[in-house]
């Protein structure tokens, strides 16, 4: 039998905004790209991504799905399409793990059935799958290759449950240009990231 304890988990900061703000926020190892999908507020533009890049290290491409009404296949397949089409090297090309993320708090929920078609389409191309929730659903999800919950204490902090690579602690925090959301990303997993 075996137990899992939790411990301490060195991380780096990132954001993620509906909007990227303008000028993209300092003093982040990296951040989450809103790529599309049917329940997606905002695909992040090229001039988005490009302020971006202009001050992290790593990105995560977010699709936010909407399950039980979206085709999973063809959810994968554009996902797929977006990662293709903007550089996003798979795994092997990179030669490590190259994740991305399925914001899984839209449409039926939970629906792992409908999350696992749509992941092994994201997983048979070369990419990593990431699963973003709140508490009262992301645990109801398998993990896939981890968990990223969304826990808005407003402090810092790491999840305690197995799996858990990031924690999204503040929401709609102000920055100069925009709001952003607050994370701490686990240092592995930061290193197993689109790298720009």
Known sequence: MSIWVPGYVETNRFFDAEHCPDPAPAGYEGCLVYAGGSSAAHAW??????????????????????PGSDNPVKAGQDFVAWLKAHNVPTSKEAGYP?????????????????????????????????IYGS????????????????????????????????TQ??????????????????????GQLWAV
């Open 45 to 66: 533009d090229l001039d988005e991504i490009r302020r971006a890049k202009s001050v992290v290290k790593r990105m995560l491409p977010v699709w936010v799905p909407t």
């Open 135 to 166: 508490l009262s659903v992301i645990f109801f999800q398998p993990p896939r290759d981890g968990y990223v919950v969304a826990n808005p204490t407003g402090q810092p902090h790491m999840y305690p449950h197995q799996m858990v690579k990031a």
């Open 169 to 190: 602690y503040a929401f709609n925090v102000p920055v100069t240009g925009g709001t952003i959301d607050q994370s701490l990303v686990s240092v592995e997993l930061a």
């Open 98 to 130: 190259v994740h991305l993320m399925w914001d899984a708090e839209t449409g039926k929920e939970p629906d792992p059935g409908w999350l696992d078609i749509a992941c092994q389409v994201t997983s048979a191309a070369g990419w990593w799958n990431l």
